[in-house]
């Protein structure tokens, strides 16, 4: 993972640390697709997420969302995993932020 990938990860990851307790790691899963990364979470109540940090990566470097942006993203993907917020709800608020 190059450096500025690095930077955005970290930087997600330190967003969702301020607002949600649970411990993070950063994944390469470049085995499903070259060059992509997922973060692992892992909430108090043994129950895990991962987030597609590649996905939020593309749409940031394209400058379709800012990094505060790809961070409330990322914490609604984890309320996908919680079954607070379904896929169709997550994938319409996704489409709505890269659009404006």
Do not use: H, W
């Not at 301020?18 to 085995?31: A, H, M, R, Y």
Request: proline share 4%.
């Amino acid at each position: 993972m190059d450096k500025k990938v690095m930077e955005f990860a970290n930087a997600v990851s330190a967003g969702i640390k301020e607002k949600v307790p649970c411990e993070l790691e950063i994944q390469d899963t470049s085995f499903i697709k070259p060059g992509a990364f997922a973060l692992i979470v892992r909430l108090p109540d043994d129950q895990e997420a991962v987030v597609n940090l590649s996905l939020l990566y593309e749409f940031y470097q394209a400058g379709k969302v800012t990094l505060p942006k790809a961070i409330t993203l990322a914490i609604k993907e984890i309320n996908v995993y919680l079954g607070e917020l379904s896929m169709e709800q997550y994938r319409s608020l996704l489409f709505m932020c890269i659009r404006s």
